[in-house]
């Protein structure tokens, strides 16, 4: 089967601009991870969903920062005004539901530039 | 607050050496699992071995083996005659029981070279 799927796999965007980067997760995966991968902060966590539960936006660094998961499958993790502090990989995993403490399956990332 | 800590930043080994690469946690937690995650230079976050809180038998698999110690709160992982294909970055992760504990927090990664 296929594992986790980002797109695009890179964006480069000038400061300001929105963007939107998208995760398909592993078919049958409940549970969905978004982190961020930058120089100076290593890999932080951003958010997770859980089935139909309310995320966990614990991670998100400021209110710029927005995920919504449709269909139970699908995310989409958008960034509004853009700033050059944004640039990184996002990375999005995947993990069977219910059982916390499951390993996590990453996709390749994103990696945003911003000008 | 949970914390993963990878104090070995970069590793440089010639081809054949054994390399261990060292993990430090901390949690409140009593229950937990504890992660190792290799980066490749292609970017992509590869599983390589889960363990919990409860297990502390140690593990191996292939030329990868793992020591876990409760009493020392470490998780490290020993590779046995390097190849060059291991070259790569390492990561060190932990998920707690509680809330917001249960997403991944990793450490800062050590990178391994392995030379010819």
């Known amino acids: 089967g296929a594992g986790v799927s980002q797109s695009p796999s890179n964006k480069v965007t000038e400061k300001g601009k929105d963007v939107e980067l998208r995760c398909d997760p592993i078919?049958?995966?409940?549970?969905l991870y978004w982190y961020r991968q930058s120089l100076g902060q290593g890999l932080e966590f951003l958010i997770y969903?859980?089935?139909?539960?309310?995320?966990?936006k614990s991670g998100l660094p400021s209110d710029r920062f927005s995920a919504e998961r449709t269909g139970g499958s699908v995310s989409t993790l958008t960034i509004q005004r853009t700033q050059q502090e944004d640039s990184a990989v996002y990375l999005c995993?995947?993990?069977?539901?219910?059982?916390?403490?499951?390993?996590?399956?990453f996709g390749p990332g994103t990696r945003l530039t911003v000008l | 607050a949970q914390k993963v800590t990878q104090a070995q930043t970069e590793i440089s080994v010639v081809e054949k050496e054994d390399v261990t690469l060292d993990c430090v946690y901390e949690t409140r937690d009593t229950t937990y699992y504890l992660f190792w995650y290799k980066q490749p230079p292609s970017g992509e976050l590869v599983f390589l071995i889960r363990?919990?809180?409860?297990?502390?038998q140690n593990e191996i698999s292939g030329r990868y083996s793992w020591n876990f110690q409760k009493s020392t709160s470490s998780f490290n992982f020993t590779i046995t005659a390097s190849q060059v294909v291991d070259s790569a970055v390492y990561f060190c992760a932990l998920s707690g029981d509680s809330g917001s504990a249960r997403q991944l927090t990793f450490g800062s990664g050590t990178q391994l070279t392995v030379l010819p």
């Open positions: 363990r919990n809180s409860f297990d502390e």
């Open positions: 969903f859980q089935g139909n539960s309310a995320p966990d």
């Open positions: 995993a995947s993990s069977l539901a219910q059982a916390w403490g499951r390993e996590q399956f």
């Open positions: 078919s049958g995966h409940t549970a």
